[in-house]
Every structure is written in structure tokens, then in C-alpha cells.
């Protein structure tokens, strides 16, 4: 730290007279000591307290920071549902815009998506009926007849022995 910060002390000079006459010189030098360890004191105080600052101003950005990321977290937990057919709605929309917007967004998005789903599941059903089933009797036809025996033939473990009847 002296190293550092070097303190040149100051000297003072008087002369000492007697009446008119000069009795003698008197020189007085300082020495630094005592300011470097006031300076050390004052410093590490300093030190200490833009430590303390800091820290707790990191802290305050960390949960500052949580707080503003967590609707990110709730969208990018809407995504992932998505994906696996859940379509949630975002109730609470976040109070920044740009967030709020982007959750809108996202209900939209989950909305259309469980319609579009939906549409098609039921679309999907409608042309399974056609594909396997007569129109007039509603009963299994040969196509799903063939379908059933490729699946029970594919399947030896399952079905090892059998017999079919045909009328």
C-alpha cells in the first residue's frame, strides 16, 4: 500500500531569535505513518462498504432478473406442452408489453392448434369408419379383417397358436 500511494512529508523550517539577534534554526520533517494508516483505515472502510453494495445490488439484479424471466419460463413450459398435445392458456398475462404479447400470442397459437387437433382427430375417425367398416351393416370389413390377421400373425409371442373360420 506505501508502495502504491507514495506521501512525501512535509518539512518545516523556523529560525529562532533572541530580541534582534538570531539564536538558531529549527527544521521539523513529518513522518507519513500516521496518515498511511489513516489512509489504510479509511480505505479498507471503503472497501468494505462498496463491497457490501455490490453484493447486495447483485442480489437485488439476481431476483430482479427472476422475477422478470419467469413468464420466459411459463411460455417456454406452454411450448413444451404443446409439443406433447396439452394446449394450455396463459391466464395472468406478465405486465411488460413485449411479454404480454408474446403470451397472447402463444393462447392464440394453443387455441387454434386444439381446434386444428381436434378437427382432424375427428376427421381421422371419420375416414377410419370408411377404411374398415361397411357402410350399410357398420360391421368390420375385409380390410380390417386383413389388417387384424397381419397384425395377429406378426405377433407370434402373443398368438402362437389359432385357427380361422371362413363363411
Given at each position: 500500500f506505501v508502495r502504491w500511494i507514495p506521501l512525501r512529508a512535509p518539512a518545516g523550517n523556523a529560525m529562532i531569535m533572541s530580541g534582534w539577534r538570531q539564536a538558531g534554526r529549527i527544521s521539523v520533517e513529518t513522518h507519513p505513518g500516521h496518515a498511511y494508516a489513516e489512509l489504510w483505515q479509511n480505505f479498507s472502510g471503503i472497501?468494505?462498504?462498496?463491497?457490501?453494495?455490490?453484493?447486495?445490488?447483485?442480489?437485488?439484479?439476481?431476483?430482479?432478473?427472476?422475477?422478470?424471466?419467469?413468464?420466459?419460463?411459463?411460455?417456454?413450459?406452454?411450448?413444451?406442452?404443446?409439443?406433447?398435445?396439452?394446449?394450455?392458456?396463459?391466464?395472468?398475462?406478465?405486465?411488460?408489453?413485449?411479454?404480454?404479447?408474446?403470451?397472447?400470442?402463444?393462447n392464440r397459437m394453443s387455441g387454434k392448434l386444439r381446434t386444428s387437433f381436434e378437427e382432424n382427430e375427428a376427421s381421422i375417425e371419420v375416414l377410419r369408419n370408411h377404411a374398415y367398416r361397411d357402410p350399410v351393416t357398420q360391421t368390420a370389413n375385409r380390410d380390417a379383417f386383413e389388417s387384424r390377421l397381419t397384425h395377429l400373425l406378426q405377433s407370434p409371442d402373443e398368438f402362437s397358436t389359432g385357427a380361422l373360420y371362413l363363411l
Open positions: 472497501l468494505i462498504w462498496f463491497s457490501a453494495v455490490y453484493l447486495f445490488g447483485v442480489f437485488l439484479l439476481l431476483v430482479l432478473l427472476r422475477f422478470l424471466l419467469n413468464p420466459l419460463q411459463m411460455v417456454e413450459k406452454m411450448a413444451l406442452e404443446i409439443g406433447r398435445r396439452e394446449f394450455p392458456v396463459m391466464k395472468k398475462p406478465p405486465w411488460s408489453r413485449e411479454l404480454r404479447r408474446v403470451v397472447q400470442a402463444m
